[in-house]
């Protein structure tokens, strides 16, 4: 399975000429990537804690929080009113069963599973790219590690999007296979802003809006198989999002999106329909292509990202 190629770097730099000013800064327990001097993205590396007076159960780990547009809107949210268990860009599986038991990887106030950062393997900077590696552990409350996850990010910032590359290998590291039910949802989950979601009080100011390669807006996109689906809305000063490519060689491809009807968030979920299972040491790889962008989706520049995407599909 290849890796999406470096020429979609040629849609961010049509416009602008593009700075080669990067780099990562620790602090807090965050790893931050700067471009021109201008937050990228967060990944979470050391455990955080929900806000004061909420359970202990919602700690995480290994998530991407804050994710920014060009112009420094943050689309992400790490710990949104209502739903603190969707940690800004991850990925977990949701309804599993493990040796006759369920598992929930995703639903943190269960307390049947979690995922935790193992390691941050390593970093670098090269040109206009910057690449993350890190390990994860998808743990059982009853069972331990089940899942180890290995995960790397390319980012190519710009000034119209950046982009995310996003690959995951998932491994069964345990001695038993572990089945993934057909549920509504699971997988790569994208939680939106907080002034996108209706429950926070402080920072609301518009639902999100949705659209998707098929022309589907929140209510029909449901468990539709897009190419590209789109999440932007309102900030304090204009407006902004995120978009999410499938990767023509993954699982299920194109994989079914849960959108929900209410709440800002959407994920790409392979198990809608179609159950699966990971054997011991059997890798699951998967591949994304996400960008954040200010104003509204260009729908010509997505349908021409997913045309770049879909000519990696090996032969």
């Known amino acids: 399975m290849r890796f999406i190629p470096l020429l979609l770097c040629l849609f961010s730099c049509s416009s602008t000429p593009q700075l080669t000013e990067l780099d990562f800064r620790e602090s807090d327990g965050s790893l931050t990537l700067f471009w021109q001097n201008r937050p990228v993205l967060s990944y ?27 112009s420094g809107q943050i689309v992400t949210d790490g710990f949104p009113e209502g739903h603190m268990h969707q940690h800004g860009w991850f990925y977990a599986f949701t309804k599993t069963t493990y040796r006759d038991s369920m598992i929930d990887f995703w639903n943190q106030a269960k307390l ?3 995922v935790q950062l193992r390691s941050l393997d390593s970093t ?14 998808h743990v059982s409350t009853s069972f331990g590690p ?42 790569l989950g994208m939680r939106g802003a907080a002034s996108w979601n209706d429950a926070d009080t402080v920072h609301f100011l518009d639902t999100a809006r949705f659209l998707t390669s098929q022309g589907l807006s929140r209510k029909e996109a449901n468990h539709s198989r897009p190419l590209w689906a789109t999440m932007f809305g309102t900030f304090e000063s204009g407006t902004g999002g995120f978009a999410a490519f499938d990767h023509p ?12 009807p209410e709440m800002p968030y959407f994920c790409m979920a392979p198990m809608v329909g179609h159950p699966f299972f990971l054997a011991p040491n059997e890798p699951l790889q998967l591949q994304y292509l996400l960008i954040t962008f200010d104003g509204e989706p260009d729908v010509a520049v997505l349908d021409s990202l997913a045309v770049e995407v879909g000519k990696t599909k090996d032969e």
């Open 112 to 114: 049947l599973g979690n």
């Open 124 to 137: 670098s900077v090269r040109g206009n790219r910057a690449d993350l590696y890190a390990t994860l552990d």
């Open 44 to 70: 979470q590396v050391s455990v955080a804690s929900p806000p004061e007076g909420n359970p202990a159960c919602y700690e995480r780990s290994g998530f991407f929080h804050p994710v920014y547009t060009p």
């Open 249 to 260: 060689d993954n699982f299920q491809s194109p994989q079914p999106i849960r959108v929900h």
């Open 146 to 187: 089940i899942l180890e996850e290995q995960i790397h990010v390319t980012v190519i910032p710009g000034a119209s999007f950046h982009q995310v590359m996003w690959k995951s290998t998932v491994v069964n590291r345990s001695v038993d296979t572990l089945f993934v039910e057909d549920y509504l949802y699971g997988g």
